[in-house]
Structure formats: structure tokens, C-alpha cells
């Protein structure tokens, strides 16, 4: 058997522990997801500004993902093009934006609000192949991906609501899905080269010096003040970025970008739960129907996918 291209040798196993198959990339980003769950009760529950949040779960995790990099650094790993350097720099631009909409949308709409909305990126990522780059989805995918926007929407009922009042916020929340749309494609071009370390290394590093100013301009209380606040900004950064986002940035060489987005509405889920057990907000019947809605989306979706890569070998052979 010949050997594989080194490129393709790093995005299967980019750590040396992590010698995992493309199985992995579903429960990678099922994980992943869950532990970002965690992101909307840090935001709540710290004292510093929404967007200076967003600055210290990137600025905490740059310099590990920069010294991760060094020691499992791999001789035939290929070093970024300018073209995928700038791809990357831009993911985490885009990254910045959406922590920074997301985190203000947050104390400006309902909780309810800004999950569902915040979420509505797996639809502006499968309109985009669609009609961007023609990555035609089976029928069924778009079933799968109605029935999981409808679980969030359900998750979210007994607190979603539509006001003059809430109209900025709810813009902001959609405004997180566009941008965090934006870093998901750019993420997936990039993993289909470069590891898991080097995509987060860059993309953080961007969006940490993309959320500085934003957060001095807007003149928000940056320096935590407490040990509480300072042990939520390290869980930010090590537990929902380097753990929930490099997971899911890892399992993007796995899977499509568009089942790949529709698998991380398991986050809404996992924010309803941590919310309930953490802060006892309500988590009742009308959440777990959600989360069922959510779940047999997200699987409706994988069958559609495994059956139309089924089909074209079929169809080549006919």
C-alpha cells in the first residue's frame, strides 16, 4: 500500500495521542459543542465587559495553542502559504465578530433570543454551498436541518420573544450566526491542509488583537477583579475555546461543513442543560422535546449525507 500524502497524514492524526479514524469527528464535534455550552453562563456570570470576555478566552488561549504547536510540532507538517495564512487570519476576524455580537446580544435581548438566533448558522452555511459553491444537498439533509432549527426553537419557547424592544439585540444574535458562518467555512477550507493547532493558533491569535481595541473603544471594564472572575475567564479559554473549539475545528477534516454545523445545535442544548443545573433555570418537558427535535435532526441529516456518498460510486458504476 502506498504511503499517504503528509498532508493528509496530519489531518487524520494531528497529535500523536489522536490517532483517531474519521469516525471521531462526530462525537469530536458532539463534544466539542457541549463544552461550549458552557460559554453563554460564563458571559452571565462574569464581572467584566461582554466583548472584554471574548478578548481573555482568546488572549488565555493563544499562548497555550502557541507552545501545543511547538511541542507536537511534526516535521512534515506543510507551514501556511500566505493565501491559507490569510484565510485563517481572517476565520478568526471573523470569530472576533461573532463573540463580540454575541456577548453584547446577550445583555440587550432575552437568553432565549440570542440562543436561537445566534444559532441559525447552519442555514446560512448550507445556503451558501447550495448557491455558492454547488454542494447540492439531498432533500433529505434540509428535513434534517429543519426539524433541528425547529428543537432550538422549541428549547427556547417559554422565554422567546419578538419586541421593538429587543430588535437590536435580536439583529446582533443574527448578525453571531453570519460571522460564526463565515469562521466555520474558513475553518473547514483550512483543516482540509493545515492541524487542528495551527488553524486555532492563527484564527485566536487574529481575533484576540481584532477584540482588543473593540473592547478599549467601547470603554468596558477589562481587568477581572476577583479570583471567581479570573477562574471563569481561565474556564473560557482553556474548557470552552482550546476544548470546545479545538474539537470542533479537529473534527472539521472529518466531516462537511454543512453537517458539521447542523451537529453544533447541540450547544443551545447543552446551555439549556448547564443553565438548569448551574443557575436552576427551567429545564422541563417542552426543553427535552427540544433536545429529541434537536437529536433526530442532527441524525436525519447524517443519514442524508451517508446515503448520497453512497450514491455516487453507485452512479459512477452504472
Known amino acids: 500500500m ?11 492524526a494531528p497529535l500523536p495521542f489522536m490517532a483517531m479514524t474519521a469516525r471521531a469527528g462526530i462525537p469530536g464535534l458532539v463534544l466539542g459543542a457541549t463544552l461550549i455550552g ?3 453562563i460564563i458571559v452571565r456570570l462574569v464581572d467584566v465587559g461582554p466583548t472584554a470576555v471574548g478578548f481573555w478566552r482568546l488572549a488565555i488561549a493563544v499562548p497555550v495553542l502557541g507552545l501545543a504547536r511547538r511541542a507536537w510540532q511534526a516535521a512534515d507538517a506543510p507551514a501556511p502559504t500566505p493565501r491559507a495564512l490569510g484565510f485563517m487570519l481572517l476565520a478568526g476576524v471573523a470569530f472576533a465578530l461573532d463573540l463580540a455580537l454575541w456577548h453584547r446580544s446577550i445583555h440587550l435581548t432575552s437568553v432565549a433570543n440570542a440562543t436561537l438566533m445566534s444559532n441559525l448558522s447552519p442555514v446560512f452555511i448550507a445556503l451558501t454551498l447550495h448557491f455558492g459553491f454547488g454542494d447540492r444537498h439531498p432533500p433529505r439533509f434540509w428535513i434534517g436541518l429543519l426539524l433541528a432549527l425547529s428543537g432550538a426553537g ?11 424592544e429587543t430588535a437590536i439585540g435580536d439583529l446582533m444574535a443574527i448578525g453571531t450566526a453570519v460571522f460564526y458562518a463565515v469562521y466555520q467555512l474558513l475553518v473547514s477550507r483550512a483543516r482540509r491542509t493545515y492541524r487542528a493547532l495551527d488553524v486555532m493558533f492563527y484564527a485566536s491569535l487574529a481575533g484576540m488583537l481584532t477584540l482588543l481595541p473593540m473592547t478599549l473603544i467601547a470603554g468596558e471594564k477589562l481587568l477581572p477583579t476577583t479570583l471567581r472572575d479570573v477562574a471563569l475567564l481561565l474556564a473560557a479559554g482553556l474548557v470552552v475555546h482550546i476544548g470546545g473549539q479545538g474539537l470542533i475545528a479537529w473534527a472539521q477534516a472529518h466531516v462537511t461543513a454543512s453537517f458539521a454545523s447542523v451537529t453544533l445545535l447541540v450547544q443551545p442544548v447543552a446551555a439549556a442543560v448547564f443553565a438548569w443545573w448551574l443557575l436552576d433555570e427551567g429545564f422541563g418537558l417542552r426543553q427535552a422535546l427540544g433536545a429529541l427535535l434537536i437529536l433526530a435532526g442532527i441524525v436525519t441529516c447524517r443519514l442524508a449525507m451517508l446515503h448520497a456518498a453512497a450514491a455516487v460510486p453507485a452512479a459512477g458504476k452504472a
Open 38 to 40: 458552557f460559554a453563554a
Open 2 to 12: 502506498s504511503p499517504q500524502p503528509a498532508h493528509v497524514r496530519h489531518v487524520a
Open 154 to 164: 422549541w428549547l427556547v419557547a417559554d422565554s422567546f420573544r419578538i419586541s421593538h
